[in-house]
Each structure stands twice: as structure tokens, then as C-alpha cells.
């Protein structure tokens, strides 16, 4: 009897051991996805960060620029994203810039893009001469559009990331694909415009259709830039998902060539550990916009200066270490916020 009642009894140690493994695996599976990225993945991916995508900037006197780390349990860092149209040898401009504030511990991205025919001044070209903004990244690179974009927004870039179209497109496919809202077909058919079509009502869309979603531009360029934030964040959530731990190598590959940035790899892989073991990041969107006017025969979007003021308190606030996330300044609500200072000054 006393040995039927051990049998039983181990059985139900068995059984329990099973039911918190497999409990376990549900309710902790973002702890045991960063687990297992730092026991198969993480030496791995920082090497081929090293080899492949980590470079820094380097200034008029060709000396390195090697930005500090990130505190990334805590403090909040701004990052120049820029996808460029590069093909083979040619050069490329910026199709794509977006000034992002990352605040690791609130899980929350500010993501304020910037037309590519925005007007403003190209620092470090030709005496600062105006021209449209994505071609400083054609004149000078990561470091001239990173200089342009500091100047017309009025605040310092900690870090810039570049990929291309084909590093985007591959990546997509890398994931799988991804969910995108579009409706209707869309069809590119300008006279001067690359012809293509992707078909509305889908629910998962490969890389060269999310190429073209980001890129198709004949309604207009605030819908455009609209398309490349929704891209980024269907993406970025995508990527951090736990079904995407194991292709993260594989990420790394296609990118090569593809992909750069300035911020160390060690960084990276701590900013990793931290999103994929927490909650789903919150991604806030703005578009500083302009008004179409030709100068000189050429079409330029003049900047909306109540946008520009938006945008540089979104980034103040959101930069600011000290702001509580319920006082973050969400797009659209940034105006409200200065009001009462401006009030009291005229005091």
C-alpha cells in the first residue's frame, strides 16, 4: 500500500512539475526568450555587429566619433533613423529621416519624420546652402544629414541608424512578412514613377510590397511618411516578437552591407535584453509638414514653423530624464502644453 501511495505520490510531482513548465512557458515566455538569447544568440549577434554594421561617424579632421553609451535601464536617447534609396554603385539619398526619441524604461518611441523635400540648410555644404533635406545624406553622408537634421530641429542626435531598400526588403522577408493596413489596391502609375501595384485587403504583405508601400508617394508626401511610420512600427514589434528570436543571425546576415550605425554592439544587446523581456513598446508618430512651392523651377516643402515648434517641445519633453510618461507630450497635444508658458511670460 505505502508503495502504491509513492508511485501516486511521484506521479503527482510529475504532473505538477509539468503543468509550471508548461504554465511557466506561457506566462513567463518573454523572460525565457531572453534567457535563451543570452545562453545561444547574444555573443553571436554582437560579433556580427562588430564585423558588419557598427561604424562610427567620423568628423572633418577624420577622427572617430564614438557617441557614450546608453544607460539603457533608464535614460531616454535620441537616434537619426534614414533609409536611403541606395542601388549598387549610385548615389543615394535619404528617402526616409526620422528623428526618434527612445525611452527604454517606459517602452515608448517618439518617431518625428521630416518630409524629403523638406527646405532647410545643409550644414557643412556649399556655405550651408538650402536645398531639400534627403539630398545631405547624397552630399555628405550619415554625418552632413545628421549635422542638417540637428540644426533644423534644434536638438543634438546621440546615434543614426541607415538601412537600404534592399536590406529592408530582405528583412521582411527574413520575419515572414508583415500585417500592413491597406485597404484598397494601390497603384503606382506616374509617368516617372517605377510602375507597381500591391493589392489592398491582405493580411501579410512580403518585402518588396512593403517596399512599395513605403515608398509610393503619388497622393501625397504626408501619406507617405504616415506609410514609413506604420511600417516601423509593424516591423519593430514584429522583430521583437518571441517567434523571431531564432532568425535574429539570420537578420544580422542580411543586413551586412545594408545596414549601419554608430551605437556599440554591447549597447544594442543590452537595449535587446531589455525590450524582449518587457512590455510591447508604444510608438508615437509626427510629421512635420510643409507647403509645396517651386523656387526656381524646382519643388521644394517650405516648413510649417507651428509643426517645427511642436516637434522641438515633443522632443525637450520626451529627452527630459524627470518627465513622468503620464506628462509626455503625445503629437498633437504639444501646443496645449506651451500655451500656459507663454501665457505666464506675457505675464
Known amino acids: 500500500m505505502k508503495k502504491i501511495k509513492k508511485i501516486k505520490t511521484r506521479y503527482i510531482i510529475i504532473i505538477a512539475a509539468l503543468v509550471v513548465l508548461i504554465g511557466g512557458g506561457f506566462l513567463f515566455q518573454k523572460q525565457l526568450a531572453v534567457l535563451a538569447f543570452d545562453l545561444f544568440l547574444s555573443d553571436r549577434v554582437e560579433n556580427k555587429l562588430s564585423q558588419k554594421s557598427y561604424q562610427p561617424l567620423v568628423n572633418d579632421g577624420n577622427t572617430t566619433i564614438k557617441p557614450e553609451p546608453v544607460v539603457y535601464k533608464s535614460d531616454p536617447f535620441s537616434l537619426m533613423l534614414l533609409g536611403t534609396d541606395q542601388r549598387k554603385n549610385e548615389t543615394a539619398r535619404s528617402d526616409t529621416m526620422i528623428y526618434a526619441v527612445i525611452r527604454p524604461e517606459d517602452y515608448k518611441i517618439l518617431l518625428i519624420s521630416i518630409p524629403r523635400d523638406t527646405y532647410t540648410e545643409i550644414i ?84 518588396e510590397e512593403a517596399l512599395n508601400y513605403t515608398r509610393y508617394r503619388e497622393d501625397s508626401d504626408f501619406n507617405r511618411t504616415k506609410r514609413q511610420q506604420v511600417f516601423i512600427d509593424v516591423v519593430a514589434n514584429k522583430m521583437l516578437s ?68 511642436e516637434a522641438k517641445a515633443m522632443i525637450d519633453n520626451w529627452m527630459n530624464a524627470s518627465t513622468p510618461v503620464d506628462q509626455l507630450i503625445e503629437p498633437g497635444k504639444a501646443q496645449n502644453a506651451l500655451e500656459p508658458a507663454a501665457t505666464s511670460a506675457a505675464q
Request: glycine share 12%; charged share 30%.
Open 124 to 207: 557643412g555644404h556649399d556655405d550651408n546652402k538650402k536645398d531639400k533635406i534627403t539630398h545631405a545624406y547624397a552630399f555628405g553622408g550619415q554625418k552632413m544629414a545628421k549635422d542638417t537634421l540637428e540644426n533644423l530641429l534644434g536638438h543634438d542626435i546621440q546615434y543614426y541608424a541607415t538601412i537600404n531598400f534592399q536590406g529592408l526588403k530582405d528583412a521582411v522577408d527574413a520575419i515572414g512578412g508583415v500585417p500592413l493596413p491597406i485597404k484598397k489596391d494601390i497603384v503606382n502609375k506616374g509617368k516617372d514613377h517605377e510602375k507597381f501595384t500591391i493589392e489592398g485587403g491582405k493580411s501579410n504583405y512580403n518585402g
Open 242 to 309: 518571441i517567434s523571431q528570436i531564432g532568425n535574429i543571425p539570420e537578420l544580422l546576415d542580411i543586413m551586412g552591407d545594408n545596414f549601419k550605425t554608430d551605437i556599440a554592439p554591447s549597447t544594442i544587446i543590452s537595449l535587446a535584453r531589455k525590450f524582449m523581456g518587457g512590455k510591447d513598446m508604444d510608438i508615437s508618430s509626427f510629421t512635420v509638414m510643409g507647403e509645396g512651392k517651386r523656387i526656381g523651377g524646382v519643388y521644394y516643402d517650405i516648413v510649417d514653423e507651428k509643426d517645427l515648434t
